[in-house]
């Protein structure tokens, strides 16, 4: 995001945009964790895109765009998990940046069981 006004410019860095996105996919109950992998490095060479572990977010000056990857719990209803990380990807990043979210798209690439689901969240506490 940028903006000039009269007291200066504001501009958001899209790692700041990535960042919220991931925490509040993070937050959504029924969400193991954010999954990465190698075509990541790959995407940001290629695309430029910016590429948290599991999220890539294209930022203009007025909107966003969001792509998250995630692994889910087992046993949970996986359309409304995803349904419900794309409400809370869109309200906390238009609510901390201001920036209107067009379309927050949600690729589900793993499921965790309750052992890999613990160790994952070790794994974000370290």
């Known amino acids: 995001m940028s903006g000039d006004h009269a007291d200066g410019t504001i501009r958001i860095a899209d790692d700041v945009v990535a960042t919220i996105a991931?925490?509040?996919?993070?937050?959504t109950p029924g969400v193991a964790s954010?999954?990465?992998?190698?075509?990541?490095?790959?995407?940001?060479?290629?695309?430029?895109?910016?590429?948290?572990?599991?999220?890539?977010?294209?930022?203009?000056?007025?909107?966003a765009a969001i792509d998250l990857k995630i692994v889910?719990?087992?046993?949970?209803?996986i359309d409304d998990?995803?349904?419900?990380?794309?409400?809370?990807?869109?309200?906390?990043?238009?609510?901390?940046?201001?920036?209107?979210?067009?379309e927050v798209n949600v690729k589900v690439e793993g499921i965790a069981f309750r052992e890999e689901a613990k160790k994952s969240a070790g794994e974000r506490d370290a």
């Open 34 to 63: 954010m999954s990465g992998g190698l075509s990541e490095g790959l995407t940001k060479r290629i695309s430029g895109k910016i590429v948290q572990k599991g999220v890539a977010v294209e930022v203009g000056t007025a909107e």
């Open 22 to 27: 991931a925490l509040a996919a993070l937050e």
């Open 81 to 102: 998990v995803c349904r419900q990380v794309q409400l809370n990807v869109k309200e906390a990043v238009e609510t901390m940046t201001g920036l209107k979210v067009v």
């Open 72 to 77: 889910i719990q087992y046993g949970v209803k």
